[in-house]
């Protein structure tokens, strides 16, 4: 049998340390709580900054205009949909149909060729391969404004000024770049194994993407897809500058972001505040209903990339 003996020193180490060790751990909590009741009262203060607006206006829909001066947040004392059919007779209507009309094709087509381009970049090698990839993320980096003008006139070359085709390509290639980006790095994430299978069970590379890569991605796809929409709902100088009348027989084919300008113009100096608020409200709940519905999937999505 053999008897170890500590050194002094080492012993009163050997104490202090295990002493140590609870009043680190109770330091350490005591702080991770500071830091937990910090990071929730931020998240707090900032839920209330998006949410009272929203409350704010959805409140004015139902107000009157003395109502809406007196108190910001007072209750309306008539609950009707007055504001709502005013808003609606005055072109919210077709406003909204407008913008349904692109972003039905806007988005498939974004998604489509988006996944498509970064699928070939990030599984199949060749010469230039980082240079198309550097080429479709700088586009993320240059400001929409520095393109306006050389834009507009090429769309008026096309002659596809204040039409639905013209918009949709603009908004695909407005699109992409993110897109790509994103994509690029989920499919960098799926299983390479998977891929080597299908091509020794001899499906072709269009069979292999639609049919193997592209439902994997699928948490990626509905989180990119989920931000296009938003990103494209909610633009207003592109519709601007491309949806505007040519010529007196050319159609009004405003957007709704549009719209509500045009809302705003038609009151002149008899301003009706509850029907700009309930455009604003018709304009909103589309994006809330999209985003609350597929709130999960947007967080699986942007998480499993960097989890895998």
Do not use: C
């Amino acid at each position: 049998m053999t008897t170890v003996i500590k050194a002094p020193g080492e012993a009163a180490a050997g104490r202090s340390g295990g002493s140590a060790g609870p009043e680190g751990r109770r330091g350490r909590g005591s702080e991770g709580a500071v830091l937990n009741v910090f990071s929730h009262g931020f998240l707090a203060v900032w839920a209330l900054l998006i949410v009272l607006p929203l409350i704010w206006l959805a409140l004015g829909s139902f107000k009157t205009d003395a109502q809406i001066g007196g108190s910001a947040l007072g209750w309306p004392s008539n609950w009707n949909l007055d504001a709502f059919g005013r808003a609606w007779e005055k072109g919210i209507g077709d406003y909204f149909a407008n913008t349904l009309i692109v972003m039905v094709f806007s988005v498939p087509l974004t998604m489509l060729l988006g996944s498509m381009a970064a699928y070939v970049l990030a599984r199949y090698p060749f010469p230039g391969n980082r240079f198309l990839y550097y080429f479709f993320v700088s586009g993320a980096m240059f400001p929409v404004f520095l393109a306006l003008v050389p834009l507009f006139f090429m769309v008026k070359r096309f002659d596809m000024l204040n039409t639905y085709q013209g918009l949709v390509l603009v908004y695909v290639a407005y699109s992409m770049p993110f897109t790509v980006f994103f994509m690029h790095s989920f499919f960098r994430t799926l299983p390479t194994a998977v891929h080597e299978a299908a091509v020794i069970d001899g499906a072709s590379d269009t069979r292999i993407f639609f049919q193997v890569m592209l439902p994997m991605a699928k948490p990626g796809l509905i989180s990119v897809g989920i931000f296009n929409t938003l990103g494209q709902w909610n633009q207003y100088i592109l519709p601007t500058v491309l949806m505007q009348p040519q010529h007196g027989s050319d159609p009004e084919r405003y957007l709704l972001t549009q719209g509500l300008i045009q809302l705003k113009q038609q009151q002149g100096y008899a301003t009706d505040l509850p029907v700009l608020f309930a455009g604003v409200t018709i304009a909103m709940i589309p994006m809330l209903v999209v985003y609350l519905s597929f709130q999960r999937q947007i967080q699986s999505g942007l998480t499993s990339a960097t989890l895998k």
